[in-house]
């Protein structure tokens, strides 16, 4: 009689556990799902985000045709606020043509005589000074990252690197900015002039040279160098940059040394192409 109350008792005991367990594992794969189901509409959500910048950038940032003459400017405010849109959800391989259709479009803009349609523009209103000068600093530095992964032996990817190096030109100095020629700007032109030598120093900080050091090293190692003239020119132009605002400082010169002069074969590059 013991035995057959102590066996019920024990089948009893069994039973609620594995009903205890199973309350627990429904509740795991309830929460489990609850979670999943956060993550996709999360994912969801950012997607579909991003996909509304995206759309909208590609609609306000006029593509450059072959005859910039025929550019259509828009005004500089409204690119400033969709490329930091842009920038918010950027992606370096996606984002590839986008970022490229951006560059030739700022480089084009700076020949603008007006404040409204010439990028820096944006710089000259006292609202946007300070998050325009950040906001360059990310771009000049998102074309060095873009440079990085260039090959200067392709020749689509050489197209690339003139562009991202005419971007690089252009906005680290004053002498293209169209807007600046005007009379009434001219009394601006010395503080701009310091704006460029602070962007040049943030890409000197973040490892300019090291970068310019490669891209020569991928250039002109090689049977055939794969840069002309503009493009070897403009390097040059840029890795002088930082030089000529610290004042030729000992430090920088070393620096110089290093990473531009001591890349093999440049001095004779330049003969060559200076005969040229």
């Not at 795991?28 to 799902?33: F, G, I, T, W």
Request: hydrophobic content about 45%.
């Amino acid at each position: 009689m013991f035995h057959k109350t102590e066996n019920a008792r024990g089948t009893f005991l069994e039973q609620t556990k594995a009903a205890r367990e199973e309350r627990a594992l429904e509740k795991r794969k309830e929460s489990a799902a609850k979670l999943i189901q956060a993550h996709i509409r999360g994912w969801l959500s950012r997607a579909k985000f991003a996909r509304g910048i995206l759309n909208k950038f590609d609609e306000t940032v006029p593509a450059v045709p072959e005859d910039i003459s025929k550019t259509e400017f828009r005004l500089a405010i409204e690119i400033y606020h969709q490329t930091l849109r842009l920038l918010l959800v950027w992606k370096k391989a996606r984002d590839k043509e986008r970022f490229a259709k951006l560059c030739r479009y700022l480089i084009i803009s700076l020949e603008s005589d007006s404040p409204k349609y010439s990028y820096v523009g944006v710089a000259l209103s006292k609202e946007h000074v300070i998050r325009w000068i950040s906001h360059m600093n990310d771009i000049l530095w998102k074309c060095c990252e873009y440079l990085i992964d260039l090959k200067p032996e392709f020749a689509n990817d050489m197209k690339s690197i003139v562009l991202y190096l005419h971007m690089l030109v252009s906005f680290t100095s004053t002498n293209t900015w169209t807007v600046l020629k005007n009379k009434n700007m001219e009394m601006l032109k010395p503080g701009m002039n310091q704006l460029c030598a602070n962007l040049m120093g943030q890409l000197f900080h973040k490892g300019f040279y090291p970068i310019l050091k490669e891209l020569l090293l991928k250039g002109l190692g090689r049977i055939k160098i794969s840069f002309k003239n503009v493009s070897l020119s403009a390097i040059l132009t840029l890795s002088l940059r930082p030089l000529v605002a610290a004042n030729y400082s000992d430090k920088l010169m070393t620096i110089f040394l290093i990473n531009i002069l001591s890349v093999p074969g440049l001095i004779q590059h330049l003969q060559i192409l200076s005969s040229e």
